[in-house]
């Protein structure tokens, strides 16, 4: 059975692109086309998509409000398709918090190649997110979106146990709204630094960073290349580059962050932000894989253990997308699989 997807866009070239990129794909039928929020409402609840693609800026009712409705009355996989803007990417920020499953960037194309590119990405996170219908179904209008518990108090442990002193996170599809509940929940006066990697586009990790940093204890910045690693923050890796971590003088560590490997898939990598983690902390580092499409982090889960670090993963039944825990976890990397909302409070008990 195909996939159906009701695609939402006030501008008649990008509905017909967008169907175009889809029904190329012989698992995907594309239902019907809104011109607006409300259009698009009337819609999704007729047609009962399995996925709906979801403008921002839209006439009578925008992509933030008919978002809001449909979750609220039929809740289903959403994923919006925002502008790269810092505009875009606060909107596309609150979007996520409404329900949202994720997000594509819009005005990439400027060749075909880049048209390939968004096609395969948008084609792969609705057959992705499309498989996790259920879970959104199970929403009802009367639920809050789930809290994670709170983190236990810190306590200071003696120096005879190895301090976990770096924590590296990397999620991908799904990954902002678990990276926000995972932050949001832990507790200010850490001494244990944070990377934190995701697949996202160079416009929206200093966005990102910005929003978390006026919600969260702890302080969260977009690392920046030579920056000393202090103590207590959480940095976000830049999009776009590869952020490694690396000695600087005889006992400092900072941030490298350029554009090699240029050959990597991803970027930020993964992998190569925890890699470089493991090497810099050797059994003082603590892995966390989150929900996300593929593999990106495997290999990088499996150097922090070999280097004598700790591993945690993200259980499927909270994942929006169960692929790169999964394989992590089928890998026999993870030390422990939680669900989001103890994540939190297992990286406390584990550093």
């Known amino acids: 059975m195909k996939i159906r997807v009701l695609v939402i866009d006030d501008s008649a070239f990008m509905r017909r692109v967008i169907r175009q990129m889809l029904e190329a794909d012989l698992e995907i039928e594309v239902v019907g086309a809104a011109r607006d929020g409300a259009e698009g409402v009337e819609m999704a609840l007729q047609l009962k998509p399995d996925v709906v693609t979801m403008d921002i800026e839209m006439p009578r009712m925008n992509g933030l409000e008919a978002t809001e409705m449909l979750m609220e009355r039929m809740p289903l996989p959403i994923i919006m398709v925002s502008s790269l803007t810092s505009e875009g990417a606060k909107a596309t920020f609150e979007a996520l918090d409404k329900g949202a499953a994720d997000y594509i960037s819009k005005n990439l194309v400027t060749s075909a190649f880049d048209l390939m590119k968004i096609q395969d990405e948008l084609v792969a996170k609705i057959k992705a997110v499309a498989k996790r219908k259920p879970q959104f179904a199970t929403l009802r209008s009367e ?23 770096f924590v590296a996170i990397g999620a991908s599809t799904g990954g902002p709204r678990a990276v926000q509940s995972i932050l949001t929940n832990l507790p200010g006066g850490m001494d244990t630094s944070f990377l934190v990697s995701i697949h996202m586009p160079k416009a929206f990790t200093g966005p990102f960073a910005e929003r978390l940093n006026g919600i969260c204890k702890i302080p969260v910045k977009e690392a920046q290349n030579g920056e000393p690693i202090g103590a207590g923050k959480v940095f976000l890796s830049p999009g776009g580059m590869q952020t490694k971590v690396r000695k600087k003088g005889v006992t400092g560590l900072a941030f490298e962050i350029d554009e090699e490997p240029k050959s990597a898939l991803y970027k930020p990598c993964i992998d190569i932000c925890m890699t470089s983690v493991a090497d810099s902390y050797p059994g003082r580092a603590l892995g966390v894989i989150l929900t996300g499409m593929g593999h990106d982090g495997m290999e990088g889960m499996r150097h922090i253990k070999e280097k004598g670090g700790k591993t945690l993963a993200q259980n499927e039944q909270t994942c929006t997308v169960y692929g790169m825990p999964k394989s992590v976890i089928e890998a026999g990397l993870a030390d422990k699989v939680a669900p989001l909302e103890l994540i939190a409070a297992e990286i406390v008990n584990m550093i």
């Open 143 to 165: 639920q809050k979106p789930v809290v994670a518990a709170p983190a236990p108090p810190l306590q200071r442990k003696g120096y005879a146990t190895l301090k976990m002193a």
